[in-house]
């Protein structure tokens, strides 16, 4: 099976400024609120599965997300999206959809 990189989401070195996992309606819902560069964005992912943090310290910096898109695959509906960041897969999960805001 293939996969298909749908986009590299932000780029280089991401801050997470708030992060929030919570159960809604029997779903964990991850939202993640992030600054690149000057950027602030709100990033919401919905039906997350098998979320996993590796070690973690302050600042919370990542070099960017990937995302992987499995739909063509005919994966489960939680597994359609795979999260990780680029540098070495500290933060990794899967999801069913998202969404990401600008906020002013």
Request: charged share 30%; with cysteine.
């Amino acid at each position: 099976m293939s996969t298909e990189k749908i986009k590299n989401l932000l780029g280089d070195r991401v801050e997470i400024l708030e992060m929030t996992i919570k159960n809604v309606d029997n779903q964990l819902q991850l939202l993640l609120k992030t600054q690149h560069e000057e950027d602030v964005l709100l990033m919401s992912f919905y039906n997350v599965s098998r979320f996993k943090m590796g070690e973690i310290s302050t600042p919370l910096e990542i070099q960017g997300f990937e995302m992987v898109d499995h739909s063509i695959d005919g994966w489960a509906k939680d597994s359609i999206y795979e999260i990780r960041d680029f540098e070495d897969d500290n933060i990794k999960f899967f999801c069913e959809s998202f969404k990401v805001e600008r906020t002013q």
